[in-house]
């Protein structure tokens, strides 16, 4: 076994788990998901059939990660925060089929206690802060505070607020990678100072 199962966990036959990934206490990975390398499942996250979670993911304690949800690389997501996979849940009606995908793109934050609905893109390096509600697509780098869910600022690669405006035209460097962050309308595109 190339990763770190917890006896209390439950990973069920045919699941795929990375290399140097840790599965913690009280932890169901069902037979389908596909969990990529260094990724850490925290106390009681719960992981559907039909999820992939890239490599560097951080999922921290009491995530249910369900049918339909993509993670990619370096995603965290915080303590306790939800996912949803059905828009109108009744539980006198059966809507399996009207499973909606959820995406969160790479680096992205998603912090404690924040719900994202069902059928939402989360863009790269996003930030959603804690409790947040998210019922929209997320840009790129943007940070996301309260309920409904809304556009505060932008934040970094790094994890740190830029000092951009919402819309317009503007430039900024992080003073700790050197990374360019120009701001042209509604959309922040980055200059990596040191692009491989």
């Not at 439950?10 to 840790?22: H, T, W, Y």
């Not at 109108?88 to 994202?116: F, W």
């Not at 830029?162 to 120009?182: F, K, M």
């Amino acid at each position: 076994m190339s990763h770190y199962q917890h006896p209390s966990a439950i990973v069920d036959e045919g699941a795929q788990i990375g290399e140097g990934s840790r599965v913690w206490h009280f932890v169901h990975v069902c037979s389908g998901a596909r969990i990529g390398a260094g990724v850490s499942l925290g106390q009681n996250v719960f992981v559907g059939n039909k999820v992939v979670i890239g490599d560097q993911c951080k999922v921290q304690n009491n995530v249910s990660v369900y049918d339909n949800v993509t993670l990619e690389e370096g995603v965290f997501c915080g303590p306790s925060m939800v996912f949803t996979n059905v828009y109108n849940p009744r539980g006198l009606i059966e809507r399996k089929d009207q499973y909606r995908d959820t995406l969160v793109k790479r680096g992205a934050t998603l912090g404690a206690n924040s719900t994202i609905v069902c059928g939402v893109t989360i863009g790269a390096y996003a930030f959603v802060g804690a409790g947040a509600v998210v019922n929209k697509d997320v840009p790129d780098y943007a940070l996301i505070m309260g309920v409904p869910g809304r556009q505060r600022g932008w934040m970094s690669a790094y994890g740190e607020q830029l000092d951009l405006p919402l819309t317009g035209e503007a430039s900024i460097t992080c003073p700790h990678t050197g990374d360019v962050y120009n701001l042209s309308g509604s959309v922040v595109t980055r200059e990596e100072a040191f692009a491989s």
